[in-house]
């Protein structure tokens, strides 16, 4: 539809195809479901009234809305959100649970939320977050953005990640339980940071607000590459490490403000290199061994290992590192031959020196036909599992590291599970094995 609609006085739109027009108006609540395309080329002009919208998941949203006094926005994102938004200046609420991009975004209501469950990216140079506005960044979440300033009474609590080219605490409050980096420089002006995991500085950090930490047994860690400041409150409330690349042992190049007894220097120096995450998973083509890092320093490279059982590996391909990058990366290897039976693969990570740490191992299954495939019933299971498809073998119920927890004879096909903790299982019966669940 190309058309324009003139003033919309409330109500519904259901559009399952794509809209290319205007609206010139909104005067009275109004709910929008948008299971197609709304396209750049159309304007939600004149909204002056509550306004409900919901993109579907597979669906995209590219239409400006210029809203006005008497506005409010519920906007909740399932698809692909690609505009800017100049938020109403009544209370708001923005939810993204899959890829939203702003080119610009605007800060004006007296109540803003900004909630992002999947990955969110601010595209202009600067995004002061004013007034009462909140972004909560939730754990697994992902955000993206230049520079990002927390100002006065706002506030920024990440679970998840946090990548800047600057960041502004700028009397605002910040609370870190995730992963908070920048490509450049870190401020804190009197304001108020909390963080209780990693923070990761590229440039310069500085420091003249609050800056507290977790309580004990917790530490939380603040890596910096560049000069450091320290002309406030650091580590006076909760325990922090604090670790200047260019000064490991003596703290901050510059310091005129508070330290709390319980603050560290560099003695929590986080491993040369953080693993975020660590996958395997079982393709037409082959297996795909993924993972990433958080931050790597003095990286040589990663060593693919394999092995038919979680005790004896072989090295696969061999990966080269970025050696130092504040930033992390992602890596992928594809194992073109697998194994056909239950495979084990681990990461060894080798630093520049020679010496190296291995990654947890993670487990794949074998391919399976659905006539070889076992079925276990009931799955979920609590006391027991009866195994169809063993063919008169053992059956085997390993943990998800590949240890053997329960051995069954061969000719009985009911496995008891007392005394097996809740949690994720195999079971194996010759070259075949299936996924248990127990509660």
């Known amino acids: 539809m190309n058309a324009t609609l003139g003033t919309f006085r409330g109500g ?45 998941s597979g669906s995209t949203w ?25 938020l109403s200046p009544g209370t708001n609420r923005f939810t993204n649970t899959n890829t939203a991009t702003f080119p610009t975004l605007g800060f004006n209501g007296t109540s803003t939320q900004l909630v992002n469950q999947g990955s969110m990216t601010f595209g202009a140079s600067r995004v002061d977050v004013q007034s ?51 490509s450049a420089d870190f401020f804190n002006y009197s304001g108020t940071v909390t963080n209780t995991n990693r923070i990761i500085v590229a440039g310069a950090f500085t ?25 406030g409150t650091f580590g006076v409330s909760g325990r922090l490490d604090f670790c200047d690349a260019g000064n490991p042992t003596s703290g901050f190049d ?35 061994v993924k993972w ?35 930033q992390g990366a992602e890596y992928v290897f594809l194992d073109e031959q697998p194994l056909v039976q239950l495979t084990y693969y681990r990461l060894r990570q080798v630093d520049t020196d020679g010496t190296g740490t291995y990654s947890s191992v993670v487990v794949v299954t074998g391919p399976e036909t659905s006539a070889m495939a076992l079925v276990l019933l009931p799955n979920p299971a609590q006391q027991y599992v009866q195994v169809q498809g063993a063919a008169n073998r053992p059956i ?41 669940v127990v509660e």
């Open 62 to 86: 590219s239409t400006t809305i210029n809203t006005g006094a008497g506005s409010s926005l519920d906007i909740t994102n399932n698809g692909t959100w690609n505009v800017g938004l100049g």
């Open 396 to 436: 085997q119920l390993l943990d998800m590291t590949g240890r053997v927890l329960r051995m069954q004879p061969a000719g009985n096909s009911l496995l008891q599970l007392s005394g097996v903790k809740p949690g994720l299982y195999l079971v194996r019966t010759g070259m075949r094995t299936a996924r248990l």
């Open 12 to 56: 519904t739109i259901n559009n399952t195809g794509s809209w290319g027009g205007n609206i010139d108006g909104v005067t009275a609540a109004t709910t929008v479901a948008n299971s197609g395309t709304w396209a750049s080329a159309s304007r939600f002009n004149g909204v002056a009234a509550p306004l409900t919208l919901t993109n579907a």
């Open 207 to 231: 420091n003249n607000g609050t800056f507290a930490g977790p309580a004990a047994p917790g530490r939380g860690s603040v890596t910096v590459a560049g000069a450091s400041t320290n002309t």
């Open 254 to 288: 510059t310091q005129n403000g508070t330290v709390g007894a319980t603050t560290t220097f560099c003695s929590a120096t986080p491993l040369p290199v953080t693993l975020v995450s660590f996958s395997a998973v079982r393709q037409s083509q082959g297996v795909l």
């Open 132 to 182: 009462t506005a909140t972004i909560t960044n939730s754990s697994g979440a992902t955000l993206t953005t230049n520079a990002l300033s927390i100002n006065s009474t706002a506030t920024l609590t990440n679970a998840g990640t946090v990548q800047a080219t600057t960041f502004y605490n700028d009397q605002g409050t910040t609370t870190n339980t995730g992963v908070l980096r920048t």
């Open 292 to 326: 990433s890092t958080a931050m790597e320093m003095q990286n040589a490279y990663f060593v693919v290992e394999r092995g038919a059982n979680a005790e004896n590996f072989q090295p696969l391909a061999k990966v080269k590192g970025m050696e130092n990058g504040f």
